[in-house]
């Protein structure tokens, strides 16, 4: 195998994105007719989620997680990023328990595991106690290997090596992070490291179908966002030594991991990182992933293991989807589900949710994105009809303002409206509705939809929480480092002590 130095400047030459290039039409060929014939069919709906964490030390200050907490979980971006994942079930009140209890599982392996090693894994969407060294220098940091300045604390995986290069490169040697409050300038890629996910997966059976999901989605992801919202800080030492405190409280943004998400991977025309568009054949899926800006190609033969199995068959194809950065995406390939039947598939990413506070929680906004949108589908309600500009508008308001944001939605009666009232009012049915479409008692749908139900009705979500506590340890005389390390601190604490987030309000 290459150097993993050298395979980045491999990844940046002109042969490299040539010989890319063509291997991808070819398998982009080859999956379109595997849609066209139905052989991506199943026969049921199934559910997946992949989850983020940070681990952080007795003092709860950011910190790399030790290699031996990795027989529980899997690696991630940054060294001090972890990812848990379960695998596929089907779409029914068992497959919804089952990843439930995996997830579970999983949690308290890994959680067992980073203790025995001196640090502990939170359930976060950004992490705001700095490490030792300061947030800044931290996700700055460079070390020169073979003449190729890399990021130090970045995951020595060449794909992210190359990512990064590629991106600094696009944007001549600097990238700018640009969030209310800090304005900060990085030689890498790593402060979207600053960030966490959950990613729902929803594997639909029918591909011809999946235009007609994957648009519903777009339609959605301003409510279920505003639902979810959780990063409303930085780090205390990110923010400009000018920066009011009050003014910040007010005008940050509700998730600023979308803007950490964005604002380092986007430097092509068009952006990487944003609101897909529509598709309108099922085909479009490897359509638009082709169409995509390129950026740091691999090739097959340089990744040990690359060509087992059907992802072999589409190895460039999926690398490339890898960096197709969209809010919702389609993904094709998968893990044959047992009860279902199918050996290759597809199923929708849901991308923009940030890591809840509980597994409950977590698994609840599974439970609600799996049940939107087919509930949606369902019913042939008339979402649809809401334009792409409208929604993607809801999208970022959700982002900037959360609760409080301008949505956008059309009504089961074909009304467009931007009453909060009647929108989730609408969520929270139609998600039920889907629920009981794939078999989901009553008792079940309850126990997952309730705690993001009370979000609503409390009009309180962890970073409106974050906010309000913020504010009340301003008033108290702290300052503003002293107000965030504080509700870092209750935060932990009380994720750790609750079932649900709704069980704080």
Not at 99 to 118: F, I, N, P, S, Y
Not at 155 to 161: I, K
Not at 409 to 426: H, K, N, P, Q, V
Not at 469 to 475: I, M, S
Request: with cysteine.
């Amino acid at each position: 195998m290459t150097d993993p130095v050298e395979l980045v400047g491999q990844s940046l030459s002109p042969a490299t994105r040539e010989a890319f290039e063509d291997r991808v039409d070819d398998q982009a060929a080859f999956l379109r007719t595997a849609l066209e014939g139905g052989d991506l069919d199943t026969e049921g709906f199934a559910i997946g989620l992949e989850l983020e964490v940070y681990a952080v030390d007795d003092d709860g200050r950011l910190t790399a997680i030790p290699e031996g907490v990795f027989e529980a979980c899997n690696k991630e971006l940054g060294l001090h990023n972890a990812e848990l994942n379960t695998d596929p079930d089907p779409f029914t009140a068992e497959g919804l328990d089952a990843q439930a209890r995996a997830l579970e599982t999983q949690w308290e392996r890994a959680q067992a595991a980073a203790r025995e090693h001196g640090c502990d894994l939170v359930l976060d969407a950004m992490w705001t106690t700095p490490p030792s060294e300061g947030s800044v220098a931290y996700l700055g940091d460079t070390t020169t290997h073979g003449g190729t300045d890399l990021p130090t604390n970045m995951r020595s995986v060449p794909r992210y090596w190359a990512i990064d290069r590629h991106c600094v490169d696009l944007a001549d040697g600097a990238i700018e992070f640009d969030v209310p409050g800090a304005t900060v300038e990085f030689p890498t890629i790593l402060f979207e490291s600053l960030a966490t996910s959950i990613q729902p997966h929803v594997q639909i059976p029918d591909a011809t179908q999946f235009p007609r999901y994957h648009n519903l989605g777009i339609r959605t992801l301003g409510p279920v966002l505003a639902l979810a919202t959780n990063s409303p800080f930085l780090p205390g030492d990110m923010y400009d030594e000018s920066v009011d405190p009050e003014t910040l409280l007010a005008e940050t943004h509700h998730e600023l991991r979308i803007a950490a998400f964005e604002q380092s991977v986007n430097h092509t025309d068009p952006s990487k990182c944003r609101v897909p568009d529509d598709l309108d054949e099922p085909t479009d899926p490897v359509d638009h992933v082709v169409e995509d800006p390129l950026l740091a190609p691999f090739l097959a033969e340089w990744v040990e293991g690359a060509e087992a199995g059907f992802t072999g068959e589409i190895w460039e194809f999926d690398h490339k989807r890898g960096t197709f950065w969209r809010w919702l995406r389609g993904v094709i390939g998968g893990d044959r589900v047992e009860g279902i039947g199918g050996r290759r598939s597809i199923r929708i990413e849901y991308r923009p949710l940030p890591t809840q506070p509980s597994i409950r929680d977590i698994v609840g906004f599974q439970a609600l994105v799996g049940g939107l949108l087919r509930g949606l589908v369902a019913t042939d309600h008339p979402l649809g009809d809401l334009d792409h500009e409208a929604a993607e508008r809801s999208f970022y308001a959700a982002v900037e303002d959360g609760l409080d944001g301008e949505l956008v939605w059309i009504t089961a009666d074909g009304e467009r409206t931007s009453d909060s009232e009647t929108i989730f009012a609408e969520v929270f049915e139609y998600a039920r509705r889907g629920l009981a479409e794939q078999g989901v008692d009553d008792a079940t749908a309850d126990r997952y939809l309730d705690p993001l139900e009370a979000r609503w009705d409390e009009r309180t979500t962890p970073s409106q929480w974050k906010i309000d506590r913020a504010r009340a340890e301003l008033d108290a005389g702290a300052t503003l480092a002293e107000a965030l390390a504080t509700v870092q601190t209750d935060y932990a604490r009380l994720s750790r002590d609750h079932e649900t987030f709704a069980e704080w309000l």
